[in-house]
């Protein structure tokens, strides 16, 4: 299966087409749904599939391991899905699904940065360019010259809380990616998904308001959207995601995850009713052009 050519680079992709669903079913989940109790709630059922979806594949929950291993995917997940999917779901129910596409471009320059950094992986000079489209079409899109239909404080915290999400996001895959290769896939999604839940029962141990967040959940008139949406996005997108980080470079996997953008942008539009200016469609572009730069610079 691992030999096949480009297996990583078609993992990647077709994540990219599964997280568009599920950003989408999110996004309407997040109307009613505290963005703590969703994230909470999908990586719960994730990590129930995965234990039937372990022992079928014939793996184990516990393997001979070294303590290292075990520890740094916790934190991993702690990191990229306890607290980076909380603020993405944050920064989605403020900025909107077509927005959050592009400030989403983000995600492959902080990959690729740390990925230079901590994993010895090279950038050519094509790549460097792809990374200032990336950034430029951000800080465009996100200045508030071009975007009217959301109030400027608001533009600058969605932003906010996505950029912490996704440097959250880069830094919990790169730190894991060493792991993943001498690991069984199945098996280090599930202690990732494990670091995760900790990570949200702390922080809701902490909060005084524990019970007005779980009442979103439990009152939700949108359990559809939360059951699709935790399966599209945390079983079947992480499952291929991490597969992708496996089997190929972690900047090119980053960069293909990235035209999920192109196709949230456009459900954004068709399925929620979200504006499609001019301003918004350049940036995509830019974008997304940027990040095929990089892989395939």
């Not at 950034?135 to 508030?144: D, F, N, P, Q």
């Not at 990732?192 to 909060?207: E, Q, S, T």
């Not at 308001?209 to 945390?234: E, K, N, P, Q």
Request: aromatic share 10%; with cysteine; proline share 3%.
């Amino acid at each position: 299966m691992t030999s096949l050519p480009y297996f990583g680079e078609l993992l990647a992709l077709i994540t990219a087409v599964v997280w568009a669903v599920a950003v989408i079913l999110f996004k309407k989940s997040g109307e009613s749904v505290h963005p703590i109790a969703l994230n909470l709630f999908k990586n719960v059922l994730a990590a129930a599939l995965v234990v039937p979806t372990l022992y079928l594949v014939g793996g184990s929950l516990w393997r001979p391991v070294s303590a290292g291993d075990y520890l740094i995917l916790l934190v991993s997940g702690v990191l990229g899905i306890g607290f980076a999917d909380t603020f993405f779901f944050m920064s989605l129910n403020i900025l909107g699904a077509g927005l959050s596409a592009i400030v989403d471009c983000l995600y492959s320059p902080f990959v690729i940065a740390l990925s230079v950094m901590f994993l010895s992986e090279s950038l050519s000079l094509l790549q460097v360019l792809g990374v200032l489209m990336i950034v430029s079409a951000v800080l465009g899109v996100t200045s508030g010259k071009w975007v009217v239909d959301i109030p400027r404080h608001d533009l600058l915290r969605g932003t906010f809380w996505a950029v912490a999400a996704l440097l959250l996001m880069a830094a919990g895959i790169v730190m894991a990616k060493p792991v993943l290769e001498r690991s069984p896939l199945v098996w280090a999604m599930e202690w990732r998904l494990i670091g995760g839940i900790l990570a949200l029962l702390v922080i809701m141990a902490l909060r005084r308001d524990r019970r007005a967040i779980i009442s979103t959940l439990m009152g939700t008139r949108h359990w559809g959207y939360v059951v699709s949406g935790s399966w599209f996005g945390a079983y079947a997108a992480t499952f291929l995601w991490l597969g992708g980080m496996k089997y190929t470079q972690a900047s090119t996997a980053s960069a293909l995850n990235q035209t999920s953008n192109i196709f949230i942008f456009v459900l954004a539009a068709l399925l929620l009713r979200e504006p499609i200016t001019l301003a918004r469609t350049v940036a995509i572009v830019l974008g997304v052009a940027g990040a095929y730069l990089v892989t395939f610079g």
